[in-house]
T-cell receptor
Framework: KNQVEQSPQSLIILEGKNCTLQCNYTVSPFSNLRWYKQDTGRGPVSLTI?????NTKSNGRYTATLDADTKQSSLHITASQLSDSASYIC????????????FGAGTILRVKS | DGGITQSPKYLFRKEGQNVTLSCEQN?????MYWYRQDPGQGLRLIYYSQIVNDFQKGDIAEGYSVSREKKESFPLTVTSAQKNPTAFYLCASIPRGGDPNSPLHFGNGTRLTVT
């Protein structure tokens, strides 16, 4: 069973609209939760890292939230741009496994004009 | 500019041949990692190295080998023993191994196709 589940698998939105991507995890206890952005054919780039004591973190138009009680995180993108088209990957650092990183399969976002 | 360079970007090989993927970093990072990415799956750890001349197997090390003779370099060899080698391979690094809050810096990957 996947320990990090992301939804939806893919999403299409119009430029300028907002969207929210979801991440549910079963990894426990964990050190931190990360969101990465991966453009097609490129390596992932870090957007945010949150420890279990943080419940929100922003990076420009990207805002990540974390509810450690329900083991859920979301990534909210405001006023989307064409350049936001990418795969967004949720990653949980598992404290009991030496901080091993467990990767979700990602949500593919396409922003169209 | 500091970063991680992976080469080549695309690699084609015949089944049964070994192939080596290059990963070089000029970030002065101690720890380096190799991941494999397949469609619809999360990244999976192949090998990692926290210091020079030392490396550890990850979750899917079978059919792969690595070396870490220099801090800057962490090449990955995909051997003929790897049953399904066609994938996108990503190299990554962090300043110090074992730091739980350090973001991974990734290279731009090598897409390997074996026919």
């Amino acid at each position: 069973k996947n320990q990090v589940e992301q939804s939806p698998q893919s999403l299409i939105i119009l430029e300028g609209k907002n969207c929210t991507l979801q991440c549910n995890y079963t990894v426990s206890p964990f050190s931190n939760l990360r969101w990465y952005k991966q453009d097609t054919g490129r390596g992932p780039v870090s957007l945010t890292i949150m420890t279990f004591s943080e419940n929100t973190k922003s990076n420009g138009r990207y805002t990540a939230t974390l509810d450690a009680d329900t083991k859920q995180s979301s990534l909210h993108i405001t006023a989307s741009q064409l350049s936001d088209s990418a795969s967004y990957i949720c990653v949980v650092s598992a404290r009991e496994y030496g901080n091993k990183l467990v990767f979700g399969a990602g949500t593919i976002l396409r922003v169209k004009s | 500019d500091g970063g991680i360079t992976q080469s080549p970007k695309y690699l084609f090989r015949k089944e049964g041949q070994n192939v080596t993927l290059s990963c070089e970093q000029n970030l002065n990072h101690d720890a380096m990692y190799w991941y494999r990415q397949d469609p619809g799956q999360g990244l999976r750890l192949i090998y990692y190295s926290q210091i020079v001349n030392d490396f550890q197997k990850g979750d899917i090390a079978e059919g792969y080998s690595v070396s870490r003779e220099k801090k800057e370099s962490f090449p990955l060899t995909v051997t003929s023993a790897q049953k399904n080698p066609t994938a996108f391979y990503l190299c990554a690094s962090i300043p110090r191994g074992g730091d739980p809050n350090s973001p991974l810096h990734f290279g731009n990957g090598t897409r390997l196709t074996v026919t």
